[in-house]
């Protein structure tokens, strides 16, 4: 097991208060957008922008811990492993995008979007857009643990999923002498793929999947001049639920005014 039990029971209890706080903040979007003239942009960047997301990231965070479970003793089978990595996707280009989707939000209901240089320039981490912000959002945004999240995670993840290596999860934590047999059995698939012995090749994905214990991180590319560090799964995607919960919470507060 990757986690001691009671960091699986942490995190089985804060997954399902995180989930009913995203839930709340869904509710609380739709009642501050649903007012809205339903032909206006303001009203679609709300509802079907930020609330949609908001709605996506919870159920990544349930598929996640329902095919991942903090508790999981054995490496994940390869069809449930690409679940867990789907979900992943969504949720790490939900997250990025929910930021866009506020700043958008307030753009369009303050009528900046000319004043402020067009929309390459809307971005709650853009000054154009961050300047015009009440001070209470300004100076969250500003903060230091708020700009290291954006710039050394969430946009290196977003980028890295639409453009380059999309974040994966290791099929296995190994020893040495399990990498060796994993890197035999790996030589031997493509032997059995060219000679059509596909009942061997089904027996060399069981024993394969049978080595070493789970993984319980993610990451992108390795091979470039900063990699990203391994981030912890589980914490990870609910440290992020919860800033989310955070901000939104905050956004809705402060969003009707302008600097």
């Known amino acids: 097991m990757a986690y001691t039990r009671d960091q699986t029971d942490h995190f089985n209890r804060e997954c399902q208060r995180v989930l009913r706080d995203l839930q709340q903040l869904q509710l609380n979007i739709v009642v501050q957008g649903q007012p809205l003239d ?3 942009r303001l009203r679609e960047y709300l509802l079907h922008g930020a609330a949609r997301r908001v709605g996506a990231i919870r159920r990544a965070i349930q598929n996640i811990y329902a095919f991942f479970p903090p508790e999981t003793e054995r490496p994940l089978q390869q069809d449930t492993l690409a679940d867990v990595q789907i979900n992943l996707h969504a949720f790490v280009m939900n997250l990025y ?18 004043a402020i240089g067009g929309r390459q320039r809307i971005g709650l981490f ?3 857009t961050r ?3 009440p ?3 300004r100076e969250y945004l500003l903060s230091p643990a708020a700009t290291a999240w954006h710039e050394n995670y969430a946009k290196s993840f977003r980028d890295a999923l639409a453009h380059r290596i999309p974040p994966y999860i290791p099929p296995a934590q190994i020893t040495p002498e399990e990498e060796a047999r994993y890197n035999e059995l790996e030589n031997e698939k493509v032997e059995c793929i060219k000679n059509g012995r596909w009942e061997r090749l089904d027996e060399v994905w069981a024993e394969q999947g049978a080595l070493g214990v789970p993984c319980p991180y993610f990451l992108h590319a390795y091979t470039e001049d900063t990699p990203p560090r391994p981030l912890y799964l589980h914490p990870q995607v609910l440290s992020d639920a919860a800033a989310v919960v955070e901000f939104g919470n905050l956004f809705l507060q402060h ?5």
């Open 97 to 114: 995008g929910l930021y866009d989707n506020w700043a958008w939000a307030f753009v369009l209901q303050h009528n900046l979007e000319d």
């Open 126 to 128: 853009i000054d154009a």
């Open 255 to 259: 969003w009707q005014r302008a600097a």
């Open 135 to 137: 001070r209470e959002l």
């Open 38 to 40: 339903p032909a206006s």
């Open 131 to 133: 300047n015009r912000l």
